[in-house]
């Protein structure tokens, strides 16, 4: 397998806090790859950098044999990344299919092939009986699929998930689990997730890696990084092991 | 089953609309046989206003951009097609082709310096009211166009109505912006409808989230700001062959943007209905206002400018997306279900 995307020594400073430093890793085509940490590690600043929200003060980002670093967001959408937002964030006054519409007509230049786009996703999401509603009218995990399928509709071969299960209810947690096992496996999307909830990184995730204060402390299988000790002692505490 | 009767509703809506608007097209176009002079006088400026308020309503209601400064466009339409009729015997016509370029790219000229930066909500909207203001204190200085005494265009008595050179009487004048309204209203529907217009309502709801969602928003929001200013100059070809005199003090003045903008927010903002519903609300009441006032024989300058206010104010706390939007659904015309 060859890597789709590869960060190599990327760092970013907020005036004097280091954000993210010297942070390196490669998510290979096809696989889930989980990011974790504590809050505060830069997981999401490592996010912006990759999608094009802010530019990385050193290192490179290669995505799919292209450098993507300094672009900005929609033109690294164009490339194939597309982002989720951990606050979601729908167009509020839009339908729930016109907000997928949006994400679709990247790629198509019809209404209304964008819009068969939009319902074949909104059917595979349990989103279609409340396509007509406006999007600020969804509950919580209802917008947090939205915000997937507004994703998935630019045709990505890469999707960042930016703590999409965080707030969900167990078996919300495994239904949409279940639906981004089926979208990987059944074409071949790779995904690069942040995530508090071990639930779905466990049950998702290739490989992770663990970030802190900045630094990643640790890479491996869900099951190697666990037992890590250094991962133990800064982020899961004694207990989850 | 539901897929088909939701369908068979939004037809109906459709459908009831379509025969609302080929009524009020009827009662329009059969107007000038009805209405005295007077009433086609304020039929003209509501229509005027439902024009400038659909070109407004470009920018701000489906691209979520407020301009504060549409005078501008209206002012250097009117002066466009002025010039060239008076000093160049150009008729208003070939004037428009001319004006539609220049306002255009006024208005690139302002959304590059804005959007480029950064300059958003309020302070795009000051940008906006400053380059108009440039424009007016601009305009009274430059010679060429008669400067503060202002620019007049030859009134001559036309035997009959000279549709080309725009000479005629009200009638001509009624008909022609109620083309331009409707053709306005066709244009802003069919960009509404068209990927452009689903880009446009991305960028208005949350232009971050557009942006992630690969909506190149600089583009889109430059070619908001161009059309709308493109459409606005048709405007100001119309003001100037219909009153036949200009002066800056008048046309860029900031009253004149102010106006535009009040029946979009009466009629609500984003809708393809709000700004001729408001057009004909706001002009509607405040000439009746006017005609009332002058049977009591009262004379009070500035009235109309507080009942402007007062219908803000009413809007603004009971209705605040506009008379529009809980019209329809009264009417049964919404498509979107709750």
Redesign the interface.
């Known amino acids: 397998m060859t890597a789709l995307l590869s960060l190599q020594r990327i760092s970013k400073r907020f005036r004097g806090l280091v954000a993210v430093d010297g942070v390196g890793f490669e998510v290979r085509q096809g696989e889930i790859f989980a990011v974790i940490g504590p809050n505060g590690a830069g997981k999401t600043t490592l996010f912006n950098m990759i999608a094009g929200a802010l530019k990385p003060d050193q290192g490179s980002i290669i995505f799919d044999g292209r450098p993507i670093h300094g672009l900005s967001p929609d033109v690294v959408c164009r490339r194939g990344i597309a982002r989720t937002f951990q606050l979601v964030r729908p167009f509020p006054a839009l339908s729930v299919e016109d907000n997928v519409v949006v994400g679709a007509l990247l790629r198509r230049h019809g209404v209304g092939e964008a819009r068969q786009r939009a319902q074949a996703l909104l059917r595979r999401f349990d989103l279609f009986d409340r396509r007509h509603r406006p999007a600020s009218a969804l509950t919580l995990p209802d917008r947090k699929r939205l915000e997937v399928v507004r994703a998935l509709a630019t045709e990505p071969k890469l999707l960042l998930l930016d703590e999409v299960v965080a707030g969900l209810r167990p078996t919300e947690v495994d239904r949409l689990v279940a639906v981004l096992r089926e979208l990987n496996r059944d074409s071949g999307l790779t995904i690069l997730m942040i995530e508090h909830v071990m639930r779905a990184v466990m049950a998702l995730a290739a490989r992770v890696l663990v970030l802190d204060h900045g630094t990643a402390i640790a890479e491996g299988t869900p099951d190697d990084v666990v037992r890590d000790p250094a991962v133990v002692q800064s982020y899961l505490g004694a207990e989850a092991v | 089953m539901s897929a088909i009767s939701?369908a068979r509703v939004a037809g109906g809506a459709s459908r009831r609309i379509f025969v609302l608007l080929a009524l009020l097209l009827a009662v329009l176009l059969a107007a000038p046989w009805i209405a005295n002079d007077y009433l086609l006088t304020v039929l003209i400026v509501i229509l005027y206003s439902a024009f400038t308020g659909q070109a407004w309503n470009i920018m701000m209601g489906f691209a979520g951009q407020l301009s504060l400064g549409h005078a501008l466009y209206a002012g250097l339409g009117a002066y466009v097609s002025a010039v060239l009729f008076v000093d160049f015997g150009i008729g208003p016509w070939i004037g428009f082709l001319a004006a539609v370029p220049v306002a255009a790219a006024a208005g690139a000229i302002i959304g590059f310096l804005a959007f480029r930066f950064g300059v958003a909500g309020v302070y795009f909207a000051i940008l906006t009211i400053a380059f108009a203001e440039f424009a007016r204190i601009g305009f009274d200085h430059i010679a060429a166009v008669d400067a503060s005494a202002g620019l007049f265009l030859p009134v001559r008595q036309v035997a009959h109505n000279d549709l080309w050179h725009l000479r005629g009487d009200p009638t001509m004048f009624y008909y022609v912006i109620l083309a331009a309204t409707v053709a306005a209203f066709i244009l802003c529907r069919l960009l509404l409808?068209?990927?452009i217009g689903?880009?446009w309502?991305?960028i208005r709801?949350?232009e971050?989230?557009?942006?992630?969602?690969?909506?190149?928003?600089f583009r889109y929001k430059m070619v908001a700001v161009m059309i709308s200013a493109g459409l606005t100059s048709f405007a100001g070809v119309f003001y100037a062959f219909f009153y036949n005199n200009l002066f800056p003090e008048q046309v860029f003045n900031i009253g004149r943007s102010i106006e535009m903008i009040l029946g979009p927010v009466i009629g609500g903002i984003g809708t393809l209905f709000g700004p001729i519903l408001g057009a004909f609300v706001l002009t509607g009441l405040a000439e009746s206002l006017n005609a009332a006032m002058a049977a009591f024989g009262l004379d009070m300058p500035g009235a109309k400018q507080v009942f402007y206010g007062v219908c803000l104010l009413v809007v603004i706390v009971a209705l605040p997306q506009g008379v529009w939007p809980p019209l329809a659904r009264r009417l049964g015309l919404a498509k979107?279900?709750?």
């Open positions: 939701l409808e068209s990927r689903y880009f309502r991305a709801e949350d971050e989230a557009a942006r992630a969602a690969g909506v190149a928003t979107d279900k709750p």
